[in-house]
């Protein structure tokens, strides 16, 4: 099936990536079981050029693999293997990979050998790289305080935060980072530490955190903001995922349901979704708002990152391709399906232009539809607005001429041969 | 006692089924609103006896039809019950699956299932132990072969983990003490693998046993896990078949029960003896507990900083009593 369609894109512990498709229910292995080893396991995630059509995968082994959503297959694999430990970020800037390892070894591979390298310190436990600036990654790990790199620059970092003040028994406060996160519009950046600690730093006003709360007592091993940026869900190694404010630092709610350590938080950009993965082997989805589960899929292997897709008008993409039909001519035209299933019928077509038995099978889904030439149509109602959004897809020319032609015909009458 | 008895008639506790017809319906009646304690007592009792009259008739009647119909009665019906009634567990894990058995080929206990490791077993309990704990620790190390029991002298585990790995242990035992009485258990697999949290209640020394028999021998026993269905099942089955060295000895007839049910795991230490090809007797030996699970960690004991793959949530995963975890 479509790879593009998936919502969410999820790593494992065994090496394999898995694309779920929450609409429609279902999960998918897009790799070989046969060829797998404990040694790829995936430690990093993030999109590839151009985003949210490339998944770039950080497995233990050191190598870093692109998977085309397009082609459902991988393209490419990377030997990335320098610095001692497990890739703790992945980014691309600029036609380029950023890679960190926990050794502190943060690596700029470019095409030509001129790859940049900074050593970040040791122990370190993510590495993220700003929305807006994509040439700035901040780093963090234990015993390694939190510091903002420019790519760019060699010398050193941009920003080195400062540990909090001696607590009340005048001992120093020991440092855990586990997952930093930009806010966007601004510069700045909200961590997560192991002492379930979440601080937000300000590299305009001070080096020492601007906000400081403690939610539970273990540590809290992912983080991610919300849409209105006021907000952060965490999830720490007990299962508990919370919505705190970081305007007043409270906690504003919990999520239930995660039974074991949650790996990877990530909040959808405009829906109110969050989606989690954990060792428990399932992926969660939750909406925030009502604080309730909406979608919650076994996965068997125990999972490690995830990625969220962005698009957001999942109700337009309802049900799955074979049950685009039609029922015979009835009256009831205002079945809408959506333009997206047309569209989709005629890209496949584009893929399987000479593929008949593709085609054929299709047409063995649903009987009633009718066959035009080498389209396959459904009985659907279009919008008005149907040519503005073929122009947004890449179908060729001869194929939207033929569907404007279509659309003349299925306003007038209904379909006909 | 005459006055004793209401005058109305013991309320029906359903309507007939042609109430419609019958306008003149005794309104609904509970013994409960009887203010009276003996009256209501009295009521009640009658209530009861009525009902169980009822159902001895229906029984009665239906068992006259089953034999009057012979062999064309339609099969008894199943009755339900909790097991029956378990709610789908997507976790249950598919013999063919071959994402799980890859991910089981390479877990932590793949060393032991492969045969490149064989258990030698640490077993040791809280501070301070008690009779009844020490006891069973000996007995424990009875039924375990290559286990060795240390008395622990205030120690903290996450010391006594590296030392255990330098001297080649594979499995660590901590039997947890409350108010003299054995109440938990945890099990750590040494190198780096996972750490299991129980409950355990109901823990008998073989010297409490009724019907028991001799001492146990020296023999390996065999091992028999029942019911670990799920995914989360299988680790801990797993677990508790890494414990036990790999070539029982069947001829020592002994054989250790790990049984799942309802999520609650019974212990329990067998000889057999077969009479014939269909009848065993069984001779209950060493000691018996029960164990109910709390957490699963992965990596070796750390309960503050280490990641937890399961952990019991009462208030999240206990709302059905159809639904089991293990």
Known sequence: ?417 | MGPKREVRKRPEPEPEPEAEAEPQFPPHFNVSEIKNKQRRQMMYQRLRQAKRKEQLAAKKKRQKEREALGDKAPPKPVPKTIENQRVYDETVVDPNDEEVAFDEATDEFSSYFNRETSPKILITTSDRPRGRTVRLCEQLSKVMPNSHVYYRRGLALKKVIPQCIARGFTDLLVINEDRKIPNGLIISHLPNGPTVHFKMSNARLSKELKRRGKEPTEHVPEVILNNFSTRLGHTIGRMFASLFPHDPHFRGRQVVTFHNQRDYIFFRFHRYIFQNEKRVGLQELGPRFTLKLRSLQKGTFDSKYGEYEWVHKRHEMDTSRRKFHL
Not at chain 1, 11 to 34: F, H, M
Not at chain 1, 355 to 374: F, P
């Open chain 1, 1 to 417: 099936m479509a790879a593009r369609w998936n919502h969410v894109w999820v790593g494992t512990e065994t090496g394999i990536l898995k694309g779920v498709n929450l609409q429609q229910k279902r999960a998918t292995n897009y790799t070989n079981i046969s060829t797998l080893s404990r040694d790829q396991e995936i430690c990093a995630m993030c999109w590839g050029y151009p985003p949210e059509s490339e998944v770039l995968l950080g497995c233990l082994n050191g190598t870093v693999k692109v998977f085309s959503t397009e082609k459902e297959k991988f393209t490419e694999f990377r030997d990335c293997s320098r610095g001692e430990g497990p890739f703790r970020g992945l980014a691309t800037y600029d036609s380029s990979l950023i890679t960190c390892v926990e050794s502190g070894l943060l690596k700029v591979w470019k095409e030509q050998t001129d790859h940049a390298e900074l050593q970040v310190g040791p122990g370190v436990c993510r590495m993220r790289q700003q929305s807006d600036r994509m040439e700035r990654v901040a780093t963090g790990g234990k015993e390694n305080e939190l510091k903002v790199w420019d790519v760019q620059v060699s010398q050193g970092p941009v920003f080195t935060a400062k540990n909090v003040r001696n607590d009340w028994l005048d001992l120093r406060v020991p440092v855990w980072v586990r997952d930093v996160q930009f806010i966007p519009a601004s510069d700045k950046i909200v961590t997560c530490t192991g002492y379930s600690q979440v601080r937000v730093y300000d590299p305009n006003t001070q080096r020492r955190p601007v906000l400081q709360m403690t939610y539970g007592e273990y540590p809290l091993t992912a983080l991610s903001l919300m849409s209105d940026a006021n907000s952060v869900v965490v999830g720490n190694t007990h299962g508990e995922l919370a919505v705190l404010d970081l305007r007043k630092g409270k906690l504003l709610k919990c999520l239930k349901g995660q039974a074991g350590s949650v790996r990877d938080v990530q909040c959808h950009p405009s829906l109110p979704l969050v989606a989690s993965c954990g060792l428990d082997r399932f992926l969660r989805v939750h909406h925030v708002a009502e604080k309730r589960l909406l979608y919650k899929v076994y996965l068997k292997s125990q999972l490690s990152c995830l990625l969220f897709t962005s698009r957001d008008n999942w109700e337009a993409e309802e049900k799955p391709l074979g049950e685009v039909t039609v029922k015979e001519e009835e009256e009831d035209d205002d079945k809408y399906i959506g333009p997206k299933f047309l569209l989709a019928a005629g890209e496949r077509e584009l893929r399987e232009k000479d593929n008949d038995s593709k085609l054929t099978e299709c047409c063995k889904r649903d009987n009633t539809s009718k066959i035009l030439g080498n389209k396959l149509f459904s009985n659907v109602l279009l919008p008005e607005n149907l040519e503005n959004m073929i122009g947004n897809f890449k179908l060729n020319t001869k194929i939207i001429s033929d569907l404007l032609n279509h659309i003349g015909h299925w306003r007038n009458n209904k379909l006909t041969c």
